[in-house]
């Protein structure tokens, strides 16, 4: 099994500036092939390789001397990194969020994210790892790492923290008991999941005060002049806060999908609505979403690796509409207000959100031609 490790780097002066120096390098030869390979097809209609192009390299470390302080390694991802988004450019390949993907963007140092990728001389200690050109780095190591190390990807977040991701294979991971449970979920306007079984899980309150603060700091920053130096501290508290807001989400989300993969075999989830999603301008809609999409991301990775089944349902099936003890289907709770119902079929009262997952799990049943539950 594969697997990603992340930790927290704590870098000194020295090896700040190489990482800085590096993303700057990793976005220059990503900007400078990614040209070069535009204008050969726009000039000769020839079309460039991947492969080409990482063997510019050498050219451009000749003309550039300062590529060469950097690990070489790191500018050979970053080569590939475009490769791959200009070849899925050509072959009309979605994105993850579905939309197809557009011709590759030059990097600008404001708008793309701080980060390089090595692929070799990765080495992890009790409190450091090692990395190339960099030596020893201290690290905040919070489990062990196991399996085999592919890569290290080192990362600076908007307030100017490091990371580094460590991807490894032939992670043994431990399974889990089988349960021969089986549910669906679904995401609520107020809940973040519901499943099947009734139960709710909720916004923490940990990060409804959270989400509070944020608003109280970005309403201080807006009042600064931009370009101010008290300006520039505002907007290093609102970032700090989006990123205590986004781990503590994200450390919510993966204890509630171990929670879900550890109970469940089965599980059943509504496809993310992405085109609706970029329309909404409703802010808590779109939190929501956003999480939603994370914890499917989570679900579907730690579905495989316990050997468990995560089923997707198709966005359109009308989930919210059809009674889950008749399947008799009632136009009338289109509309979202609609909370509860009584179907007029069978007289059973439906909750809206719990009804919708049970035919989340019928469907996703149906799906994979397993018995109802
Ligand atoms: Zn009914």
Same mark, same amino acid.
């Given at each position: ?15 700040k ?14 900007n ?17 390789s ?52 557009g ?20 080495? *992890?200690?009790?409190?450091a ?54 549910v ?11 499943t ?11 990060? *409804? ?14 009042r ?36 879900l993969?550890r109970?469940?075999?089965v ?43 995560? *089923?997707?349902v ?58 109802a539950?």
């Open positions: 099994m594969e697997r990603a490790y992340k930790f927290r780097l704590y870098p000194t002066i020295q090896q500036e190489l990482m800085l120096k590096t993303f700057g390098c990793v976005r220059f030869v990503y400078q092939t990614l040209a070069v390979r535009r204008d050969t097809y726009d000039r000769d209609k020839k079309s460039l991947t492969n080409d192009c990482v063997k510019m390299l050498p050219d451009l470390k000749e003309q550039y001397p300062w590529l060469k302080e950097v690990d070489s390694t790191a500018l050979q991802s970053s080569v590939k990194n475009m490769g791959r988004a200009y070849e899925n450019f050509f072959r009309g390949l979605r994105t993850q969020q579905g939309l197809k993907s011709f590759p963007k030059f990097k600008a140092k404001h708008h793309s994210k701080a980060s390089y990728t090595s692929k070799m001389n990765i080495f *992890v200690g009790d409190s790892v090692k990395l190339p050109k960099l030596g020893w780095v201290k690290a905040k190591i919070s489990t062990p790492v196991k399996g085999h190390l592919l890569s290290a990807t080192v990362s600076m977040t908007r307030s100017g923290k490091f990371f580094v991701s460590l991807c490894c294979n032939d992670v043994d991971i431990p399974q889990y008991a089988s349960t021969g449970k089986k669906g979920l679904d995401v609520g306007i107020k809940d973040l999941v519901i099947s079984d009734g139960v709710k899980f909720g916004n923490p309150k940990f990060l *409804v005060r959270a989400e509070k603060r944020l608003a109280h700091l970005q309403r201080e920053l807006s600064k002049s931009k370009g101010s130096k008290n300006y520039e501290k505002a907007r290093l508290r609102v970032a700090k806060q989006h990123e205590i807001i986004a781990n503590q989400r994200l450390d919510y989300l993966h204890k509630l999908t171990t929670y993969v109970s469940y075999d599980i059943c989830v509504e496809n993310l609505n992405v085109a609706g999603m970029l329309k909404n301008h409703h802010l808590a809609k779109a939190i929501a979403d956003c999480s939603w999409g994370e914890m499917c991301r989570q679900l579907k990775y730690k579905t495989a690796w316990q050997h468990k089944t995560l *089923v997707e198709g966005r359109f099936f009308p989930s919210s509409q059809i009674c889950g003890s008749c399947e008799f289907q009632n136009p009338e709770t289109k509309d979202l207000s609609v909370r509860e119902w009584e179907c007029p079929q069978c007289h059973s009262h439906n909750d809206r959100d719990v009804n919708a997952t049970k035919n989340i799990l019928k469907e996703g049943l149906r799906l994979i031609n397993q018995p539950a």
